[in-house]
């Protein structure tokens, strides 16, 4: 096993496990690397000082905000479903209540989205890129 600090497209900096050097270079390739915040696929190694010898009393410090939207992702994820480019289309049907109501997720231009907020239908912009898309 190997462990390599990773920075995506957006300047999310995290770290990740790999089975081998061989096994990270492969998954690159093949574009099944994405950020653990944002889901961006442009992901790189970054300089990642050596650990020498076990620190047990090492404290980890972690960005309040990354791991905020790291948070928010999974929550997402967990609770609401992934509905793609359909999100407009679904997010009106619930509200005009031709839909039975539920907790959605996915893609919707800035004219539908403006139209949406128009028409008093809730909507938010979520700071990450559903995974979904990006398979």
Not at 18 to 46: I, M, N, P, R
Not at 105 to 132: H, N
């Amino acid at each position: 096993m190997i462990r390599y600090a990773l920075k995506c497209e957006e300047g999310h900096e995290f770290e990740s496990w790999f089975q081998s050097a061989s096994a990270f270079d492969s998954l690159a390739k093949s574009g099944h690397l994405s950020c653990a915040v944002c889901g961006a696929t442009q992901v790189e190694k970054t300089l990642m000082t050596p650990r020498v010898g076990a620190d047990k009393d090492r404290a980890v410090i972690v960005d309040p905000k990354v791991e905020a939207l790291a948070k928010m992702r999974r929550d997402v994820e967990e609770n609401a479903t992934y509905v793609g480019g359909e999100f407009a289309e679904k997010a009106r049907e619930m509200h005009e209540g031709t839909s039975p109501e539920g907790a959605i997720y996915g893609e919707a231009s800035a004219a539908e989205t403006r139209a949406l907020i128009e028409d008093g239908v809730p909507v938010m912009p979520l700071p990450f890129k559903p995974k979904q898309k990006l398979q």
